[in-house]
Nanobody, 121 residues
Framework: QVQLVESGGGLVQPGGSLRLSCAASGSISSINAMGWFRQPPGKGREFLAAISRSGDSTYYADSVKGRFTISRDNAKNTVYLQMNSLKPEDTAVYYC??????????????WGQGTQVTVSS
């Protein structure tokens, strides 16, 4: 009932920046907590960042803390991931996900289709 569509991926040089977007649409217009995940080639999918419905609470994985910033614009039903100081190790398919933030814990439901990010010189 809710569709998530990622965009903004592409090829970027090491040290560069990229901004990903995740637009939500469907019968449920109001989205809840949102998160970003990624899957490097040949590896499993890993958590990157999360943001509560109101945007007043965020959480980051150690691998991206200080470099990536998650934000949202609820009027547009869109979540963003600003990625700075990119490294070749950041090369992966990036996914957004919808869920809930309750009792100090995050739970996840729907996945987007993903967008490719390649960091190379």
């Amino acid at each position: 009932q809710v569709q998530l569509v990622e965009s903004g991926g592409g090829l970027v040089q090491p040290g560069g920046s990229l901004r990903l977007s995740c637009a939500a649409s469907g019968s449920i217009s109001s989205i809840n907590a949102m998160g970003w995940f990624r899957q490097p080639p040949g590896k499993g999918r890993e958590f990157l960042a999360a943001i509560s419905r109101s945007g007043d609470s965020t959480y980051y994985a150690d691998s991206v803390k200080g470099r990536f910033t998650i934000s949202r614009d609820n009027a547009k039903n869109t979540v963003y991931l600003q990625m700075n100081s990119l490294k070749p190790e950041d090369t992966a398919v990036y996914y957004c996900r919808e869920g809930e933030h309750m009792y100090g814990s995050w739970s996840w439901r729907r996945w987007g289709q993903g967008t490719q990010v390649t960091v190379s010189s």
